[in-house]
């Protein structure tokens, strides 16, 4: 009883785990490059640090080896760029992204803590927009592939056909690519499937419900070597582990069966030789055949 | 009895699993199977440079130099090659002459390096560094018989500096820098009387200097200096003893200047006089003949005579001339007979190497047809007379087998073997063995071979590809299907298309010309009056089974052909579902297009499409730069969707046929192996769906450097690359899974028909991929690399490595699976998983090629045959390089080694057998009965 009222108010609460949860994971994924390389930073140790912050800067070196936590970054500051999209008649703005800036303290610049605000859908353009679905059209965003740059005009695109995104709401799903503090693309997708053919869907909500993703490169595995292992072997040092000991019907149940059957035949045939000479050599032909089995193991 | 000591164990261990992996896999062939499928031609490439060379006592030569950059000794009477070195790309040879008789020396690399081949076996015999401007056009001059050493000296000219080389053994005799500033030597000559060499520099544009140098020593004798009203070009010869004909800087005048001695008199000669219509850039050619000069211009060479300081005339004109051999060295004697000899030498190597000579060593593209459906009615007396020949053949093959044959037979046997004249019919065969290697060359020529013994069939040099008199020169780009036929149009015979470019420049316009794959004649051409840049071959076909193309220009439109009514129609029905991709390398970009209606050009056209950006990709440049992008084949089969591993689970192949995959390079990493420390060079893999441009896969490789090869089939990618941090070459695989499949697996749904099998799958839903990879050392150096394609792609791949030594290896796809671990369980080493090793074992029975090398190795392509086991293997290079591979071996069919006469006797002895046991047993009973 008591679970039926709670739940209109979990379901956004889901959603909003859900959304920080996709981008708590983009922020480890970060947080990990950086530790990373501050791990390296550490373990060249030959590396000079810039003369000024010197002592800072080792100062929060050390602290990040105990507090994992922190991130020794000399410089954070907000960085704002927006999101185009075009809905048959050129890139308008349609959003902004706002996200920390980090530099760290050999110089390397990523962006973290992403967010993202979606600008209201004018009356136009949900006209446009129910152009672009009635004539199965695509619908396409922009970003700047620069955003501590943006007098450099170079975009990323990309582009879903309309009728995949409205369900309820017009759901979103935005996996920006990241390389430093460059914009390596942009990957705009409907949450969920688009199924095909696509059928003419009008949602009821005029609302874009947005998911975003900050990805960066994964690290390759080193090769593995096993040439420690070889060497170790060839020291005598690697003992090689026996295979452990089977028993004995496992080991020669190939010639004991067939061995039975010859005698089981042997048998069969001395009981059918006439009774006159059968009774001796029968009887010594049945005690010798199972002498003769361990024999031949 | 001590147990053997470890290292026995791990020998013996490791020879164990050689072993057994020789037995499953090794598809190697025994040494006299070799020549039965497959065959080699070698080659030597267009020759831009001949020395024409005849002993005393044994054969006539010619030792060439030609645009593949090779160096080569033939035999002047067949043709055939004694000796030949392909010199690498990076060290372009550009001068070649003749020492004492014994040597063939060469300049290479812009004049810093001097090597001695001896002329009988082709070895080298020296190698000398020389210290350069790389700038200047380096000159070689030979000494010709100098009685004051005993050995020639080597003169090596570039620039400012002359240096002298024993030709013995490569010595440094002198050298000499000449302080004059600005001053380039452009001729090098020698005084036959006394050991005086001059040396003609010119300074500036217009001053003219004569020095006169003891050979010996190297010492300056005399400097004389003069200038000229009018600036000269440079290009100046010596054509007597004492003229210098040398041109002016507007090229449209030749000075012709005389030593005397101490003083130089010259007189200015206007070119406009001497040859009519004088158009392109005029070049003067040296020809070491006495008094007699060669001017190229852009299609026509004159033959020039000169009368004393006076003036010139013109011998004779020739028309579009291919190239003329410099350095015939000609007495006095036959003032014109350099002519006829050079183009006999000419006509003498091109008919003996057949004309394909030059085509066959720079192939650019190559495709396959099929030959003709044999027709029906083969005669009676055919098959009688061969009867006979085929009992003994096979009798002979017996023999061999049961090991009875003599050395004759045997040989007999291996005769018979080669001639098999089964393999080299002009007629489509049951196993798709038998098939015509279209090829088409840099110079726009398009020959056939045949598979069986890789004899030309046809060749034609198509008219739109060739040079033009107005010197453009037209580009050739590809070679792709035009019209492959089936059932309705059986009769017609396919044909193939070829598009190129009438120019150099990306933007020229395009030409198209249709070949019937059978005889090679052109069936249509075409000029288009747009660029080409990209071709789409589109997997539809029109009504007539022509397939339609999709050509894109430098407007990023689209453009359709064939232009019909019916490939129109056919077109605008899969319109909205056709994407293409662009890899634009200078800008570091990757961008998707859609089509659309509409052109929007002067004129209505409805073959034309614009194109809409639907995607982008754009590399930082600081960080990466684009090294490679491959796809898979278009033709490529798959069989199974699905892999099910050792716990009787199953993962869903990613397959899509719009998998990119794209590899980068930090800047720095791009240049050769040890110019980047491993911090500041890495390699960046991506795998991008081409329809939407999502990427679906991105790893960095710290510390990895190019050059990359990539090879993509399936829903894997085998990539290779040097890892600067181990010092080794690396090969590492990545392989992607379809996750969202993964719940397919329940067999109740799949009986009850609630699965989502036959759905259709759109690019548009997000993919959940799972991706595996793993990195292998490897121990060679590639130079390409590709893949085995079968006809309904059961049979197991094998990854085609072309090695660094010009060879092809055939490296299992088992060796590169990333599910490889170090100590497989029992259920993963029945699947057939191989323990996990940390470098990819290479075994001499690998190699496809097995001794032989395909010199200066490009390409490798495999074509499936009919037989799903085989599939043909063609490399091309320099040489050339045909075999038939069976990846698992030959499953689905009986080798040619079988030996049906052994079978027939099996079974007319078991017959005889069975009848004599039979009538015997009989006897025996009526026997009994009678008792």
């Given at each position: 009883?008591?679970?039926?009222?709670?739940?209109?108010?979990?379901?956004?609460?889901?959603?909003?785990?859900?959304?920080s949860?996709?981008?708590?994971?983009?922020?480890?994924?970060?947080?990990?490059?950086?530790?990373?390389?501050?791990?390296?930073?550490?373990?060249?140790?030959?590396?000079?640090?810039?003369?000024?912050?010197?002592?800072v800067?080792?100062a929060?070196?050390?602290?990040?080896?105990?507090?994992?936590?922190?991130?020794?970054?000399?410089?954070?500051?907000v960085?704002?760029?927006?999101?185009?999209?075009?809905?048959?008649?050129?890139?308008?703005?349609?959003?902004?992204?706002?996200?920390?800036?980090?530099?760290s303290?050999?110089?390397s610049?990523t962006?973290?803590?992403?967010?993202?605000?979606?600008n209201?859908?004018?009356?136009?353009?949900?006209?446009?927009?129910?152009?672009?679905?009635?004539?199965?059209g695509?619908?396409?965003?922009?970003l700047?592939?620069?955003?501590?740059?943006?007098?450099?005009?170079?975009?990323?695109?990309?582009?879903?056909?309309?009728?995949c995104?409205?369900?309820?709401?017009?759901?979103?799903?935005i996996?920006?690519?990241?390389?430093?503090?460059?914009i390596?693309?942009?990957?705009?997708?409907?949450?969920g499937?688009?199924?095909?053919?696509?059928?003419?869907?009008?949602?009821?909500?005029?609302?874009?419900?947005?998911?975003?993703?900050?990805?960066?490169?994964?690290?390759?595995?080193?090769?593995?070597?096993?040439?420690?292992?070889?060497?170790?072997?060839?020291?005598g040092?690697?003992?090689?582990?026996?295979?452990?000991?089977?028993?004995?019907?496992?080991k020669?149940?190939m010639?004991?069966?067939?061995?039975?059957?010859?005698?089981?035949?042997?048998?069969?045939?001395?009981?059918?030789?006439?009774?006159?000479?059968?009774?001796?050599?029968?009887?010594?032909?049945?005690?010798?055949?199972?002498?003769a089995?361990?024999?031949?193991? | 009895?001590?147990?053997?000591?470890?290292?026995?164990?791990?020998?013996?261990?490791?020879?164990?699993?050689?072993a057994?992996?020789?037995a499953?896999?090794?598809?190697?062939?025994?040494?006299?199977?070799?020549?039965?499928?497959?065959?080699?031609?070698?080659?030597?490439?267009?020759?831009k440079?001949?020395?024409?060379?005849?002993?005393?006592?044994?054969?006539?030569?010619?030792?060439?130099?030609?645009?593949e950059?090779?160096?080569?000794?033939?035999?002047?009477?067949?043709?055939?090659?004694?000796?030949?070195?392909?010199?690498?790309?990076?060290?372009?040879?550009?001068?070649?002459?003749?020492?004492?008789?014994?040597?063939?020396?060469?300049?290479?690399?812009?004049?810093?390096?001097?090597?001695?081949?001896?002329?009988?076996?082709?070895?080298?015999?020296w190698?000398?560094?020389?210290?350069?401007?790389?700038?200047?056009?380096?000159?070689?001059?030979?000494?010709?018989n100098n009685?004051?050493?005993?050995?020639?000296?080597?003169?090596?000219?570039a620039?400012?500096?002359?240096?002298?080389?024993?030709?013995?053994?490569?010595?440094i005799?002198?050298?000499?820098?000449?302080?004059?500033?600005?001053?380039e030597?452009?001729?090098?000559?020698?005084?036959?009387?006394?050991?005086i060499?001059?040396?003609?520099?010119?300074?500036?544009?217009?001053?003219?200097?004569?020095?006169?140098?003891?050979?010996?020593?190297?010492?300056?004798?005399?400097?004389?200096q003069?200038?000229?009203?009018?600036?000269?070009?440079?290009?100046?010869?010596?054509?007597?003893?004492?003229?210098?004909?040398?041109?002016?800087?507007?090229?449209?005048?030749?000075?012709?200047?005389?030593?005397?001695?101490?003083?130089?008199?010259?007189?200015?000669?206007?070119?406009?006089d001497?040859?009519?219509?004088?158009?392109?850039t005029?070049?003067?050619?040296?020809?070491?003949?006495?008094?007699?000069?060669?001017?190229q211009?852009?299609?026509?060479?004159?033959?020039l005579?000169?009368?004393?300081?006076?003036?010139?005339?013109?011998?004779?004109?020739?028309?579009?001339?291919a190239?003329?051999?410099?350095?015939?060295?000609?007495?006095?004697?036959?003032?014109?007979?350099?002519l006829?000899?050079?183009?006999?030498?000419?006509?003498?190597?091109?008919?003996?190497l057949?004309?394909?000579?030059?085509?066959?060593?720079?192939?650019?593209?190559?495709?396959?047809?099929?030959?003709?459906?044999?027709?029906d009615?083969?005669?009676?007396?055919?098959?009688?007379?061969?009867?006979?020949?085929?009992?003994?053949?096979?009798?002979?093959?017996?023999?061999?087998?049961?090991?009875?044959a003599?050395?004759?037979?045997?040989?007999?046997?291996?005769?018979?073997?080669?001639?098999?004249?089964?393999?080299?019919?002009?007629?489509?065969?049951?196993?798709?063995?038998?098939k015509?290697?279209?090829?088409?060359?840099?110079?726009?020529k398009?020959?056939a071979?045949?598979?069986?013994?890789?004899?030309?069939?046809?060749?034609?040099?198509l008219?739109?590809?060739?040079?033009?008199?107005?010197g453009e020169?037209?580009?050739?780009?590809?070679?792709?299907?035009?019209?492959?036929?089936?059932?309705?149009?059986?009769?017609?015979?396919?044909?193939?298309?070829?598009?190129?470019?009438?120019?150099?420049?990306?933007?020229?316009?395009?030409?198209?010309?249709?070949?019937?794959?059978?005889?090679?004649?052109?069936?249509?051409?075409?000029?288009?009056?747009?660029?080409?840049?990209?071709?789409?071959?589109?997997?539809?076909?029109?009504?007539?089974?022509?397939?339609?193309?999709?050509?894109?220009?430098?407007?990023?439109?689209?453009?359709?052909?064939?232009?019909?009514?019916?490939?129109i129609?056919?077109?605008?029905?899969?319109?909205?579902?056709?994407?293409?991709y662009?890899?634009?390398?200078?800008?570091n970009?990757?961008?998707?297009?859609?089509?659309?209606?509409?052109?929007?050009?002067?004129?209505?056209?409805?073959?034309?499409?614009?194109?809409?950006?639907?995607?982008?990709i754009?590399?930082?440049?600081?960080?990466?730069?684009?090294?490679?992008?491959?796809?898979?084949?278009?033709?490529?089969?798959?069989?199974?969707?699905?892999?099910?591993?050792?716990?009787?689970?199953?993962?869903?192949?990613?397959?899509?046929?719009?998998?990119?995959?794209?590899?980068?390079?930090?800047?720095?990493?791009?240049?050769?192996?040890?110019?980047?420390?491993?911090?500041?060079?890495?390699?960046?893999?991506?795998?991008?769906?081409a329809?939407?441009?999502?990427?679906?896969?991105?790893v960095?490789?710290?510390?990895?450097?190019?050059?990359?090869?990539?090879?993509?089939?399936?829903?894997?990618?085998?990539?290779?690359?040097f890892?600067?941090?181990?010092?080794?070459?690396?090969?590492?695989?990545?392989?992607?899974?379809?996750?969202?499949?993964?719940?397919?697996?329940?067999?109740?749904?799949?009986?009850?028909?609630?699965?989502?099998?036959?759905?259709?799958?759109?690019?548009?839903?997000?993919?959940?991929?799972?991706?595996?990879?793993?990195?292998?050392?490897?121990?060679?150096?590639?130079?390409?690399?590709?893949?085995?394609?079968?006809?309904?792609?059961?049979?197991?791949?094998?990854?085609?490595?072309?090695?660094?030594?010009?060879?092809?290896?055939?490296?299992?796809?088992?060796?590169?699976?990333?599910?490889?671990?170090?100590?497989?369980?029992?259920?993963?080493?029945?699947?057939?998983?191989?323990?996990?090793?940390?470098?990819?074992?290479?075994?001499?029975?690998?190699?496809?090629?097995?001794?032989?090398?395909?010199?200066?190795?490009?390409?490798?392509?495999?074509?499936?045959?009919?037989?799903?086991?085989?599939?043909?293997?063609?490399?091309?290079?320099?040489?050339?390089?045909?075999?038939?591979?069976?990846?698992?071996?030959?499953?689905?069919?009986?080798t040619?080694?079988?030996?049906?006469?052994?079978?027939?006797?099996?079974?007319?002895?078991?017959?005889?057998?069975?009848?004599?046991?039979?009538?015997?047993?009989?006897?025996?009973?009526?026997?009994?009965?009678?008792?």
């Amino acid at each position: 009883m008591a679970a039926a009222p709670l739940r209109p108010r979990l379901l956004p609460l889901l959603l909003l785990a859900a959304l920080s949860l996709s981008l708590a994971a983009a922020f480890q994924s970060d947080e990990l490059l950086l530790l990373h390389d501050d791990d390296e930073f550490e373990g060249a140790g030959a590396r000079p640090s810039p003369p000024p912050p010197a002592t800072v800067a080792a100062a929060s070196s050390r602290r990040r080896s105990s507090d994992a936590a922190a991130s020794g970054h000399t410089e954070s500051s907000v960085v704002q760029f927006s999101l185009e999209h075009d809905l048959g008649s050129g890139f308008v703005p349609a959003g902004s992204f706002s996200a920390r800036l980090k530099s760290s303290a050999h110089g390397s610049q990523t962006l973290t803590k992403l967010r993202f605000t979606r600008n209201e859908l004018t009356r136009d353009e949900k006209d446009a927009f129910e152009k672009l679905l009635k004539e199965d059209g695509f619908y396409s965003i922009r970003l700047q592939s620069n955003v501590l740059d943006p007098a450099r005009k170079d975009y990323v695109v990309s582009s879903i056909k309309a009728r995949c995104i409205p369900h309820e709401s017009l759901d979103e799903h935005i996996v920006i690519h990241m390389d430093g503090v460059n914009i390596l693309a942009v990957n705009y997708g409907s949450v969920g499937g688009c199924q095909y053919p696509r059928p003419m869907k009008l949602p009821s909500k005029w609302i874009f419900n947005s998911y975003t993703l900050l990805k960066t490169a994964e690290q390759a595995p080193r090769t593995p070597s096993f040439v420690d292992q070889l060497i170790e072997a060839e020291n005598g040092l690697g003992d090689v582990v026996k295979p452990p000991e089977k028993s004995f019907w496992a080991k020669y149940w190939m010639y004991i069966i067939p061995v039975g059957l010859i005698v089981m035949n042997a048998i069969t045939a001395a009981a059918n030789v006439p009774e006159g000479q059968a009774g001796e050599q029968g009887q010594a032909g049945a005690q010798r055949a199972p002498n003769a089995a361990p024999r031949r193991r | 009895m001590a147990p053997p000591p470890p290292r026995h164990l791990l020998l013996i261990l490791l020879g164990f699993v050689a072993a057994a992996s020789l037995a499953t896999l090794a598809a190697a062939m025994y040494e006299d199977q070799v020549g039965l499928a497959d065959w080699h031609q070698k080659y030597i490439g267009k020759v831009k440079h001949a020395v024409y060379h005849s002993q005393k006592s044994g054969r006539r030569r010619v030792v060439v130099l030609t645009e593949e950059n090779v160096i080569a000794s033939l035999d002047l009477r067949s043709g055939d090659i004694f000796w030949r070195h392909v010199i690498d790309k990076n060290d372009p040879v550009d001068q070649l002459s003749l020492s004492l008789g014994k040597y063939a020396v060469t300049l290479s690399s812009g004049g810093s390096i001097l090597r001695a081949w001896s002329l009988p076996d082709g070895q080298m015999v020296w190698e000398t560094n020389l210290e350069v401007s790389k700038l200047s056009k380096p000159l070689l001059h030979i000494l010709s018989n100098n009685k004051v050493a005993k050995d020639n000296l080597v003169l090596v000219a570039a620039g400012r500096w002359i240096y002298a080389v024993s030709s013995i053994d490569g010595v440094i005799a002198w050298e000499k820098e000449f302080s004059l500033d600005g001053i380039e030597i452009k001729q090098v000559l020698q005084s036959p009387e006394n050991d005086i060499l001059f040396v003609v520099g010119i300074a500036g544009s217009s001053k003219l200097n004569l020095y006169q140098l003891n050979a010996k020593t190297g010492e300056v004798v005399k400097h004389i200096q003069e200038s000229f009203p009018g600036a000269l070009c440079g290009e100046a010869l010596l054509v007597s003893r004492n003229v210098l004909v040398a041109l002016d800087e507007t090229r449209s005048g030749l000075f012709l200047i005389e030593i005397k001695g101490e003083s130089i008199s010259y007189n200015k000669v206007h070119l406009s006089d001497l040859v009519q219509d004088l158009s392109g850039t005029v070049k003067l050619l040296p020809l070491m003949s006495n008094g007699v000069i060669a001017l190229q211009e852009s299609s026509t060479l004159s033959l020039l005579k000169l009368k004393g300081i006076d003036g010139l005339e013109v011998i004779q004109s020739f028309e579009q001339p291919a190239a003329l051999s410099e350095a015939l060295t000609i007495t006095e004697k036959m003032k014109l007979l350099p002519l006829c000899t050079i183009w006999v030498l000419k006509l003498n190597l091109l008919s003996n190497l057949q004309v394909i000579e030059d085509g066959l060593a720079s192939i650019l593209d190559v495709i396959t047809s099929e030959l003709p459906v044999e027709k029906d009615g083969v005669s009676v007396a055919n098959v009688e007379h061969n009867l006979f020949e085929w009992l003994k053949g096979h009798v002979l093959k017996l023999k061999g087998t049961l090991m009875l044959a003599s050395a004759d037979e045997l040989a007999a046997i291996q005769a018979l073997r080669l001639k098999s004249s089964e393999k080299n019919k002009m007629t489509r065969d049951h196993n798709g063995f038998r098939k015509l290697l279209i090829v088409l060359t840099k110079a726009g020529k398009v020959i056939a071979l045949h598979t069986g013994d890789g004899r030309i069939i046809w060749s034609n040099l198509l008219p739109s590809l060739r040079t033009s008199k107005f010197g453009e020169i037209p580009s050739a780009l590809g070679i792709y299907q035009w019209q492959v036929p089936h059932h309705r149009v059986m009769r017609e015979n396919p044909s193939i298309l070829v598009v190129g470019r009438s120019g150099t420049d990306s933007s020229a316009p395009g030409v198209l010309s249709v070949l019937d794959s059978y005889s090679g004649e052109e069936l249509n051409s075409l000029r288009f009056d747009h660029s080409v840049v990209q071709i789409i071959p589109l997997t539809l076909k029109d009504s007539s089974e022509q397939r339609l193309h999709l050509i894109v220009d430098s407007h990023s439109r689209a453009h359709l052909y064939p232009r019909s009514p019916d490939a129109i129609s056919l077109f605008l029905h899969e319109m909205p579902n056709t994407y293409f991709y662009t890899v634009d390398i200078e800008k570091n970009v990757i961008r998707g297009h859609s089509l659309q209606k509409s052109c929007y050009l002067s004129f209505d056209d409805e073959y034309c499409f614009s194109t809409k950006e639907l995607w982008s990709i754009i590399f930082p440049s600081d960080a990466e730069r684009i090294a490679v992008s491959e796809t898979q084949k278009m033709n490529e089969v798959v069989h199974t969707q699905a892999k099910i591993i050792a716990d009787q689970d199953v993962m869903y192949k990613y397959l899509s046929k719009n998998l990119v995959f794209v590899a980068t390079l930090s800047p720095k990493a791009t240049g050769e192996i040890g110019s980047a420390a491993p911090e500041e060079s890495w390699l960046v893999a991506y795998l991008i769906d081409a329809v939407t441009g999502r990427i679906l896969h991105r790893v960095t490789h710290h510390g990895a450097q190019g050059p990359v090869h990539a090879v993509v089939s399936e829903n894997w990618v085998v990539y290779h690359y040097f890892n600067l941090r181990a010092h080794r070459f690396e090969m590492a695989v990545i392989e992607i899974y379809d996750q969202s499949r993964a719940d397919n697996k329940d067999v109740m749904k799949l009986i009850l028909g609630k699965h989502n099998l036959s759905a259709p799958i759109t690019s548009y839903t997000r993919p959940e991929v799972m991706v595996k990879s793993q990195s292998y050392f490897f121990t060679h150096s590639v130079k390409t690399m590709a893949v085995t394609q079968t006809a309904k792609g059961i049979t197991s791949k094998q990854i085609l490595i072309g090695t660094i030594g010009d060879q092809v290896l055939a490296l299992d796809k088992r060796f590169v699976d990333p599910r490889r671990s170090v100590n497989p369980t029992q259920q993963e080493k029945e699947e057939g998983l191989l323990p996990l090793t940390d470098s990819l074992p290479i075994i001499p029975m690998f190699y496809v090629t097995h001794s032989l090398q395909v010199e200066a190795l490009r390409g490798i392509i495999s074509i499936p045959s009919r037989l799903e086991s085989t599939t043909h293997v063609f490399t091309y290079g320099v040489d050339l390089f045909y075999t038939r591979l069976a990846p698992s071996r030959t499953y689905d069919s009986l080798t040619d080694e079988f030996s049906y006469a052994l079978l027939l006797i099996t079974i007319a002895a078991l017959v005889a057998a069975i009848i004599f046991t039979w009538i015997w047993s009989e006897k025996k009973e009526l026997s009994d009965k009678w008792r």
